[in-house]
């Protein structure tokens, strides 16, 4: 049972409208994610794996790289690596060699080698599919552990990284900042076998519309459902120019705006950065804590992230 505490809080009205009720806004969240199914059909995972130990690795490799990044590694990491029983005795300099580019790789390297040994001993090389084991697992927390069992286990679970608590506070669907609780008041608003359907769709939408620092309001397809309306451009032609991604001539015209700013994205639509830095659960120490002999060999992370 979830405390008072952990409940989706209702927006205030605005202009001098009363309070949301807590009935109008389980309608509007659910009528939001209807939208956001229409406008993302293939939203999904953009970590590249083929099993749940792959999913976990890649996951754990994700802490402050893209994921982009984290696809270029893990093809050559997981031929070399292809059970937990590889990992559990890799050889250290080996192991930090392949994912250098996902940057703190000394950090991932322990995380890697724990995992796999712990795989090993506690579950017979099988990756466990349930959250209390996955959590307990070295270098695993909350939000991997429903990355996983969303993507690779087929088990809902709803994932509170960046993206998803900005856009579910920006919405208005919970005023929580703790990653946990948000993740407990927004399961009471969406039926639990959309959540980690939603959970990617959210995801999509904040790489693509809803941006941090200049959200493409005037080119939103919840605009009329989102609270925040206006924070971001509301020009149709200036916030069309702030959509990226190919997908953005189809959410254009799901805003209304017409075919003449659709055909003008296809073309001029920058592309989306497939996850940016995820904050890591695993704590990691600052860049500089770790002197290198050399340029050549300074561990360092992704060009230019942080997430």
């Not at 969240?29 to 939203?43: I, K």
């Not at 130990?53 to 990044?69: N, P």
């Not at 070295?138 to 069992?149: H, Q």
């Not at 809902?156 to 579910?168: A, C, E, S, W």
Request: with cysteine; aromatic share 4%; proline share 8%.
């Amino acid at each position: 049972m979830q405390t008072s505490a952990s409940r989706a809080q209702p927006v205030a009205g605005s202009g001098g409208r009363a309070p949301e009720s807590r009935l109008a806004l389980v309608r509007r969240a659910r009528r939001m994610n209807r939208s956001l199914a229409e406008a993302y059909p293939d939203a999904h995972c953009e970590l590249d794996f083929t099993t749940p130990l792959e999913l976990a690795v890649a996951t754990i490799l994700s802490a402050q790289c893209t994921d982009r990044r984290v696809n270029e590694v893990t093809p050559a990491l997981f031929a070399a690596y292809p059970d937990a029983a590889a990992y559990a005795g890799a050889d250290r300099h080996e192991l930090e060699q392949l994912i250098r580019p996902t940057g703190f790789f000394r950090n991932k390297t322990t995380s890697l080698i724990g995992l796999g040994t712990a795989v090993v001993e506690r579950f017979d090389g099988e990756l466990p599919s349930t959250l209390a084991e996955l959590v307990r697992l070295p270098g695993i927390g909350r939000k991997t552990a429903n990355v996983i069992l969303g993507d690779a286990f087929g088990v809902p679970g709803i994932t509170v990284d960046t993206h998803f608590g900005r856009l579910v506070q920006r919405w208005g669907w919970t005023a929580l900042t703790d990653p946990v609780k948000i993740e407990h008041a927004i399961g009471e608003l969406i039926p639990r076998r959309e959540w980690t359907l939603l959970s990617h769709r959210v995801i999509f939408h904040g790489r693509r519309v809803c941006h941090s620092r200049r959200p493409a309001c005037g080119a939103c397809l919840l605009a009329r459902s989102c609270p925040s309306y206006g924070v971001g451009a509301v020009d149709p032609e200036q916030a069309a120019r702030l959509v990226k991604g190919v997908e953005a001539p189809r959410l254009l015209r799901l805003a209304g705006l017409g075919d003449d700013l659709a055909a003008e994205a296809a073309t001029t639509a920058k592309p989306v950065e497939p996850g940016g830095p995820t904050p890591s659960e695993t704590p990691v120490a600052p860049r500089a804590a770790e002197p290198a002999a050399s340029a050549a060999t300074d561990e360092s992370g992704p060009s230019g992230a942080a997430r």
